[in-house]
């Protein structure tokens, strides 16, 4: 019998903790285990008695990169609980924070995290000598979303002005101006990325569940809807419903809660490629042209395909962010001010819903009269993806053994298809 | 330990730099890298060894600095302090979780409880679960970078003190003062909590510059006045016991605020 485990302990160049387990025996993969050894810091027990004026403060901490995508889930729960409704200019400013986030992340991951692998290097640092132009362009889109969070939230990481009902600060029009400008001078660089990624080689697998994403008539959504979609199944449910639809279950190799679709029992796949599989219709022409070019069109089954979906997206935020904006530096030209609006405190349960830049991710909120929370469940991107991430793992080492590959081929590979999923590990756990 | 200078050495070398994560949000290790335009600049003047988050070297041997960030709550994470401590010759905390054990500290009131309240059976995956702490509860640190997250420029700053040694004084003063000099109106006036009654300054008043009152991520200041403190509150209509939960968020296993009570 010729047996073969592959241990990739920590995983590099992804955020938060995590080990692969590969058993093949025999030529048949016996054992794909994706351990996420992430710390539990235990935020729902955290939250338990604190009051709504301190929950998306709290929860914000979850995540580092996905912080504005958190404090936005965390207000559209509590405002669903109390019954608060803000204005078109509140959703604008937070859509802009959410995508703030998504150029930030993604750039990253693309840049800093995933490209390493593709030009054989350990880290992105030897870009920065080869490829000196790149490392900057790719380095200046990270900023441009860190700009765009700091201008909107007062900080890149960790936003201080969103706040229940609205925002404590707004920015002068002529800043809202300037930022559009430097949205318009990046597009360019964004398209690039796209057929930069489209160039790289990957393995062609076919992901083995579902997919979930956020979905809305006529646009491309990542906060302004409440509805989810299970795209195979068919099944499209309200934010409030999400446990009857989202079962989460605990496995002893992981600290991160998994999760399958209730009604079939398939895990799922959540993050830009369900985005894009889900709205690609709504994608802004450049977004639409530079898929084309980069053959990504639905339905795209490739989970590698999602580095390719990101930076489809960073083409998509740049021009939507550009539109939001200007309009904003218009007067009227976004309904309402984006002062927080006075509601009550109530007894209540809500459950938030965005599109994180990883893909859905709920916040369900329940309060007492005081406002305080009596009961809290965070489902996060990264910990709905570990059970089709350990799908599509077994999927690729039963591809790359039929093949012949080696274990240093199967090993590199599977730590490839790790990082295309983007996890954060650290959302995962919380 | 503290007191090591590289600088001092007699052969100046590239100071080897580790940075290592606990339990965090990573936002503090991202903060580093939002150092865009300086980044290339700090990293010039260190060997970086060993950085999860951006390389899949692995962890040397030996080395110089080790950067912390997160808070500690598992005993592997404790042993893995204990072994940096033993190794490096200078120890840096970053962000509020290493530094105060910060957001996840929360969690060590009553932290027998909690991992029922999530997990129906603690996977193994967990770990040996501790009562989140600092990592100065475990091990001598030399250096302290506060904050949720750190600012970029502020761990620079902590980085060239480590590296070249710098005699300038910590900053202990509460963070009021600040807004006084920022000339910005106060919060209890509209009987509105804020702790920057209490918190340690260094931040510029960054929150309440933008219209929210501190949450007191740096921690208490040792010289806060805890008992005046929460007669202003009296005084302003603001419930102490608010106050008293409030300053939990960071603070929850400060032990002067467990004898204040």
């Not at chain 1, 710390?39 to 939250?47: D, N, Y």
């Not at chain 2, 080790?66 to 970053?94: D, K």
């Amino acid at each position: 019998m010729t047996k073969t485990a592959i241990h990739v302990d920590h995983v590099a160049r992804i955020e938060g903790h995590g080990n692969v387990h590969v058993v093949i025996e025999d030529g048949i993969v016996k054992t794909v285990e994706m351990n996420v050894v992430e710390p539990a810091r235990l935020f729902e027990s955290m939250v338990r008695g604190r009051s709504w004026r301190e929950v998306s403060y709290i929860s914000s901490r979850i995540c580092g990169i996905c912080s504005a995508s958190h404090v936005v889930t965390d207000l559209k729960a509590i405002e669903r609980a109390f019954g608060v409704q803000v204005t078109p200019r509140t959703r604008a400013l937070r859509e802009l924070l959410v995508y703030g986030s998504y150029l930030q992340n993604h750039a990253t991951h693309l840049f800093v995290l995933a490209a390493p692998d593709f030009v054989g290097q350990k880290s992105v640092f030897p870009l920065a000598e080869t490829d000196p132009e790149l490392f900057d362009k790719a380095l200046g889109l990270k900023a441009l979303g860190n700009e765009l969070c700091t201008k909107v939230g007062g900080r890149s990481i960790h936003p201080i002005t969103a706040v229940v009902g609205g925002f404590t600060h707004e920015l002068e029009a002529g800043e809202y101006r300037a930022l559009a400008e430097k949205m318009d001078e990046a597009a360019a660089f964004a398209a690039a990325a796209v057929d930069l990624f489209a160039s790289f080689p990957v393995p062609s697998i076919t992901t083995a569940g579902d997919m979930l994403a956020m979905v809305e008539p006529d646009y491309y959504p990542v906060e302004c809807s409440d509805t989810a979609r299970f795209l195979d199944a068919g099944i499209e449910f309200d934010a409030n419903d999400v446990a009857a639809h989202l079962e989460e279950y605990e496995m002893p190799h992981s600290a991160a809660l998994l999760a399958r679709v209730r009604e079939t029992g398939s895990p799922f796949f959540t993050g830009a490629l369900a985005r894009i599989n889900a709205s690609w219709q709504h994608l802004g022409q450049n977004a639409k042209v530079a898929a084309a070019k980069a053959g990504l069109r639905p339905p795209e089954r490739n989970p590698f395909m999602n580095n390719v979906a990101q930076a489809v997206e960073l083409v998509d935020a740049l021009d939507r962010c550009a539109g939001i904006c200007r309009a904003l530096a218009e007067p009227g030209g976004v309904e309402g001010s984006s002062e927080p609006v006075d509601f009550e405190v109530k007894a209540g349960r809500g459950v938030g819903f965005t599109e994180a830049p990883r893909g859905a991710l709920f916040h369900a909120l329940e309060f007492d009269d005081e406002g305080r929370v009596v009961h809290a469940s965070i489902m996060t991107p990264t910990a709905q993806n570990v059970a089709n991430l350990e799908a599509d793992m077994r999927l690729l080492a039963e591809q790359l053994v039929a093949e012949g590959a080696g274990e240093d081929d199967v090993r590199g590979e599977i730590e490839k298809l790790v990082r295309a999923y983007d996890p954060c590990l650290s959302c995962s756990v919380h | 330990m503290s007191g090591y200078c590289i600088a001092c050495q007699e052969k100046p070398a590239t100071p080897r730099v580790v940075v290592v994560g606990l339990a965090s949000c990573f936002g503090c290790q991202l903060q580093i890298t939002n150092a865009e335009a300086h980044l290339l600049d700090v990293l010039g003047q260190i060997d970086v060894r060993y950085w999860q988050l951006t390389s899949s070297d692995p962890m040397p041997e030996e080395f110089d600095v080790a950067v912390i960030e997160g808070a500690v709550t598992t005993e592997e994470a404790e042993a893995t302090v204990r072994q940096l401590r033993e190794r490096a010759g200078v120890v840096i905390t970053i962000g509020a979780c290493a530094t105060t054990a910060g957001i996840p500290g929360m969690a060590a009131a009553g932290f027998l409880e909690r991992p029922a309240q999530v997990y129906a059976h603690v996977p193994e995956a967990c770990g040996e679960m501790i009562a989140p702490r600092p990592v100065q509860a475990v091990i001598d640190v030399d250096f302290e970078v506060r904050t949720c997250p750190v600012d970029s420029l502020d761990f620079v700053d902590v980085l060239q003190r480590a590296l070249y040694g710098s005699n300038k004084a910590v900053p202990t003063r509460t963070m009021c003062g600040d807004c006084k000099r920022n000339e910005t109106s106060c919060f209890f006036g509209k009987q509105q909590l804020c702790l920057g009654l209490v918190t340690r300054a260094g931040c510029g008043a960054r929150c309440v510059n933008l219209g929210r009152p501190c949450n007191g991520c740096r921690g208490l200041s040792p010289d806060a006045n805890l008992p005046s403190a929460r007669e202003a509150c009296e005084r302003y209509g603001v419930p102490v016991a608010d106050f008293d939960k409030a300053l939990e968020m960071f603070n929850q296993v400060n032990p002067a605020l467990q004898t204040s009570e």
